[in-house]
């Protein structure tokens, strides 16, 4: 699992790199692991509920990057490109209370021998 992770970490930056800005820049996420660790807290710890999670999150952030070419130019880019962030945000603060983590989070795993 932790193999797959990587490699599906490295593809996911790769493809960040590649098809949105064509070069490698530092800082390139963009501090998007806020916005992961959201989806993961919200969906329980489930799969489909993060695959859920991480569309909608896509799709805000489709959404700030094609008003960004509807509307004019007097509402700064900083503030469109912050509209994932404040979704993050607001789902944070009405869904936090019926988040439940897992028991075992945070304990070591020690294997039997």
Known sequence: ATVLSGMF???????????????????ITARRGFIALIV??????????AALGSFVFGFFEAFGTNLRNIVSDDIPTELLSAIPFVVALLILIVGARRARMPKALGVNYVPDT
Do not use: K, R
């Open 9 to 27: 970490g490295g593809l996911g930056g790769a493809a960040i790199s590649v098809s949105l800005v064509g070069v490698f820049e530092p800082n």
């Open 40 to 49: 993961i807290i919200m969906a329980s710890w489930s799969v489909w509920g």
